[in-house]
Antibody
Framework: EVQLVESGGGLVKPGSSLKLSCVAS????????MHWIRQAPKKGLEWIAL????????YYADSVKGRFTISRDNSKNTLYLEMNSLRSEDTAMYYC????????WGQGVMVTVSS | DTVMTQSPASMSTSVGERVTVNCKAS??????VAWFQQKPGQSPKRLIY???NRHTGVPDRFTGSGFGRDFTLTISNVEAEDLAVYYC??????????FGAGTKLELK
């Protein structure tokens, strides 16, 4: 059974940093590209980042480019999202998803940016 | 960036009816479109990938169709458990990937 478990969220002040993790199980993590997607409260879904299976390529949405960094540790079956210079508009539920076709999603982790 | 225009924003239907949700891409995306279902308080779940392929375990009353710019999710014989918000996603070769705004399905 595929499982994706996000963690690391919380309440932070504008300008702060936070690092999210997504621990994967039930599939060969090192063979899959991974995504981060977010959803602001009562809003729709926004794709924000992709990392290839071997970290050879990384892509970002313009809304987070230069502030967020996606990375992975295949030895730990873990995906990361390092978020810097956080803004109130980054407040959202953050999901990780596996595969080129967004096969499975985690349950999400909430990030709240507020003074 | 490719914009996905999804319609309708909401719809009300009855159990046993057939409903369609549409997404129109601002440029051709071939078949790299997926559909997701998000029930209240839950994370999204994939229903359809590559426009027409049903995800494992998804009931065959969910059908995806389309190619190029126009895509459709059809739910036949709607059941009460289908109450949810449905999203389309285009994930062409080069990001950014973009979701439609969502369609809320309500039951009469």
């Amino acid at each position: 059974e595929v499982q994706l478990v996000e963690s690391g969220g919380g309440l932070v002040k504008p300008g702060s940093s936070l690092k999210l993790s997504c621990v994967a199980s039930g599939f060969t993590f090192s063979s899959y590209g991974m995504h981060w997607i977010r959803q602001a409260p009562k809003k729709g879904l926004e794709w924000i980042a992709l990392i290839y299976y071997d970290s050879s390529n990384k892509y970002y949405a313009d809304s987070v480019k230069g502030r967020f960094t996606i990375s992975r540790d295949n030895s730990k079956n873990t995906l990361y999202l390092e978020m810097n210079s956080l803004r109130s508009e980054d407040t959202a539920m953050y999901y990780c998803a596996n595969g080129r076709n967004f096969d499975y999603w985690g349950q999400g982790v909430m990030v709240t940016v507020s003074s | 960036d490719t914009v996905m225009t999804q319609s309708p924003a909401s719809m009300s239907t009855s159990v046993g009816e057939r409903v369609t949700v549409n997404c129109k891409a601002s440029q051709s995306v071939g078949t790299v479109v997926a559909w997701f279902q998000q029930k209240p308080g839950q994370s999204p779940k994939r229903l359809i990938y590559l426009a027409t392929n049903r995800h494992t375990g998804v009931p065959d009353r969910f059908t995806g169709s389309g190619f190029g710019r126009d895509f459709t999710l059809t739910i036949s014989n709607v059941e009460a458990e289908d109450l949810a918000v449905y999203y389309c996603l285009q994930y062409g070769s080069i990001p950014p990937y973009t979701f439609g705004a969502g369609t809320k399905l309500e039951l009469k």
